[in-house]
């Protein structure tokens, strides 16, 4: 069984930035993609950047293209979300997904299956 383990939440001013890891533990990572998704208070869980793992294909909610970058350490089995310019829209819950394969979902991306989620870590962007 695989587990993901987040980690690199905090607070941050607005305009700050933040890292967060995903360290795949246990079995050897075998899924197609990793990803990341939040969930703000009162809303629905969305899509925020996804990777293939193993082309390293990436993909982006359009509201954080060029301010995120997503990327992955196959030898670590890690992946890594660098924030930047963060916005208090910003603010959620921080989940890491290993699944796939990846598919446009409207004018967003979604997996066809989740094969494992992390718990979530808080990213808190103050005005």
């Known amino acids: 069984q695989v587990q993901l383990v987040e980690s690199g939440g905090g607070s941050v001013p607005a305009g700050d930035s933040l890292r967060l890891s995903c360290a795949a533990a246990g079995r050897t990572f075998t899924s197609n993609a990793m990803g990341w998704f939040r969930q703000a208070p009162g809303k629905e869980r969305e899509f925020v950047a996804a990777?293939?793992?193993?082309?390293?294909?990436?993909y982006y909610r359009d509201s954080v293209k060029g301010r995120f970058t997503i990327s992955r350490d196959n030898a670590k089995n890690t992946g890594y979300l660098q924030m930047n310019s963060l916005k208090p829209e910003d603010t959620a819950v921080y989940y890491c997904?290993?699944?796939?394969?990846?598919?446009?979902?409207?004018?967003?991306?979604?997996?066809?299956?989740?094969?494992?989620w992390g718990q979530g870590t808080q990213v808190t962007v103050s005005s």
């Open positions: 990777i293939t793992w193993r082309g390293g294909t990436t």
């Open positions: 997904a290993a699944g796939g394969p990846i598919y446009r979902s409207g004018s967003s991306y979604a997996f066809y299956d989740y094969d494992h």
